[in-house]
């Protein structure tokens, strides 16, 4: 049971409101323009993702047509992005499988989802959430932190949160979850010097109140010296 979940969602919603959304949320509700900005995502900043998705979309923007592209076309158009190289062999196999397998079109559970080389978890209930709009919850760097620096969860690893907060999370806050804590993430509760001082959320915080404490210590130290 999550303490005052409704108020802190609100709280959440109301922090979040200034900040541009995540890179992901604005592209078109195209699954296969979703799931393949997503693997270009994966441990590539937003700011990156979104012109080097843009430039590779304008090479090819379906299944077919990346399949039968060069893969040194996809490098090519790609190369901005981290590990381009075995992000470009993915690609262009995962279209391979869609064209041969499905039809050219991505599937929208998480079960088949999984089956590709490359997709974890986090990838495809982006993918089911984004653009298919149905429940998943999906969980990254920012959606691990914040939600064990609330309390929701204690846990080591992003999988272990999905599963956790799939138990106590009401259902109507699954797809929002993700939208809610990263923007909250990349601009507020960041992983190092966090605005815990402005922070509205901070009397359900595990983790503001002492860093608050050794950052004020820190400040009347170095006064004392």
Same mark, same amino acid.
């Given at each position: ?43 590539? %900043? ?43 062999? %993915? ?57 064990? %620096?609330?309390?929701?969860?204690? #846990? ?57 404490? #050794? ?11």
């Amino acid at each position: 049971m999550i303490k005052d979940l409704d108020e802190q969602i609100k709280l959440l919603r109301k922090e979040v409101k200034r900040f541009e959304d995540p890179v992901l949320e604005q592209f078109d509700q195209n699954p296969f323009h979703v799931l393949i900005s997503c693997i270009l995502s994966l441990r590539t %900043r937003d700011e990156t993702t979104e012109p080097v998705s843009h430039r590779l979309f304008a090479l090819a923007d379906n299944p077919w047509d990346i399949a039968k592209l060069d893969i040194r076309k996809i490098e090519k158009a790609i190369y901005s992005v981290n590990f381009y190289k075995t992000k470009a062999r %993915r690609i262009k196999d995962i279209c391979k499988i869609l064209v041969e397998k499905y039809d050219s079109k991505v599937p929208d559970t998480i079960e088949e989802l999984l089956k590709f080389k490359g997709v974890g978890r986090k990838t495809a209930n982006i993918v089911v959430t984004c653009a298919y709009n149905k429940d998943g919850i999906a969980v990254d760097t920012h959606v691990n932190r914040i939600s064990n %620096r609330l309390g929701w969860v204690d #846990t080591k690893n992003a999988d272990q949160t999905e599963m956790e907060l799939r138990k106590i999370l009401p259902k109507k806050y699954w797809i929002d979850t993700n939208y809610l804590f990263v923007k909250f993430g990349q601009n507020f509760c960041k992983p190092i010097n966090p605005s815990c001082e402005k922070c509205s959320l901070i009397k359900y915080c595990n983790f503001g109140p002492g860093y608050l404490a #050794t950052k004020l210590e820190k400040l009347n130290t170095n006064k004392n010296k």
